[in-house]
């Protein structure tokens, strides 16, 4: 079995501080996707990235990036100068690629952080 | 379209009704996803297609719970007798091509926000 574990429900920073969001996961399986997404306060769920299991280099996005650590399993976002529009549920996801015939994206999401970036 | 689109926006039904949740993908996308997020939760898997074949219905709670995608794209989520516990948001989301051919990127809809009552 799959679990995502975020342990912060809810963080609040100061704009341009930097804040880091933690994801902690669990799978039997050696190859896996691991993903970010983001829920602004309108509700949809917006992309941010996906990780393969095998690849372990760190990634930067603008002010975003990524740390995956395969030895404790875990897979942190952190946001740097944080601003009013970072605000929102951020929800860090687990696949197993499950072979049907093809993979699937059978995700297996964490309860999400709220982060409230204050002005 | 030019995003996933989803109908209704919104549900009101009364315990015991059967309700039907419509899905129109990215035009072109292979694969289709139902999840469900109840609040304060994340969005837990239901079931998905690869064309109009049902993959993997393994997510979805009781047989109460049925989805289909018969042209391999527009895809309905039902579910029959329902009760106050499916109360939830049902999100639908595509991806252009098979998992592990492509970027690895989910497009969700708005999402279905269903109240049982």
């Known amino acids: 079995a799959q679990k995502v574990t975020q342990a912060q429900t809810e963080i609040s920073v100061v704009e341009k501080e930097d804040v880091t969001l933690d994801c902690v996961y669990e799978t039997r399986d050696t190859t896996y996707y691991l993903f970010w997404y983001k829920q602004p306060p309108s509700g949809e769920l917006v992309f941010l990235i996906r990780?393969?299991?095998?690849?372990?280099q760190n990634e930067i996005s603008g002010r975003y990036s990524w740390n995956f650590q395969k030895s404790t399993s875990s897979f942190n976002f952190t946001i740097t100068a944080s601003q009013v529009v970072d605000s929102a549920v951020y929800f860090c996801?687990?696949?197993?690629?499950?072979?049907?015939?093809?993979?699937?994206?059978?995700?297996?999401f964490g309860k999400g952080t709220k982060l409230s970036v204050i002005p | 379209g030019a995003g996933v689109s989803q109908s209704p926006r919104y549900k009101v039904t009364k315990r015991g009704q059967d309700v039907a949740l419509r899905c129109d993908p990215i035009s072109g996308h292979v694969s289709l996803y139902w999840y469900r997020q109840a609040l304060g939760q994340g969005p837990e898997f239901l079931t998905y297609f690869n064309y109009e074949a049902q993959q993997d219905k393994s997510g979805l709670p009781n047989d109460r719970f049925s989805a289909e995608r018969p042209e391999g794209s527009i895809s309905t989520l039902t579910i029959q007798r329902t009760e106050q516990r499916d109360s939830a948001m049902y999100r639908c989301a595509s991806s252009p091509g098979l998992a592990g051919a492509d970027t690895g990127e989910l497009f969700f809809g708005e999402g279905s926000r269903l109240t049982v009552l």
């Open positions: 996801a687990l696949s197993e690629l499950a072979y049907s015939g093809a993979g699937s994206y059978q995700l297996t």
């Open positions: 990780r393969n299991s095998f690849d372990e």
